[in-house]
């Protein structure tokens, strides 16, 4: 290896180990990312399924109230 190829490599090295860094740390961040839109999701669906039932409940007990 000849002085220019060794210079040029002590210049990429330190770029591509921060590369895969950069690369890591939007792995990780990805990954969080995706949890959260699962675990949002999740709430959502909960949400809506505690809303059907509070319905459910209120018109039977409306029913209930309109009979009495």
């Not at 290896?1 to 180990?17: D, L, T």
């Not at 860094?21 to 675990?39: C, N, P, Q, V, Y």
């Amino acid at each position: 290896m000849n002085e220019f190829e060794k210079w040029i490599e002590g210049r990429y090295e330190p770029h591509e180990q921060k590369q895969k860094e950069h690369e890591d740390t939007m792995g990780s961040i990805r990954k969080d990312l995706d949890a959260f839109d699962k675990a949002g999701l999740e709430f959502e669906d909960e949400i809506e399924e505690l809303a059907e039932k509070t319905e459910a409940l209120l018109k039977k007990h409306q029913a209930q109230y309109d009979q009495s």
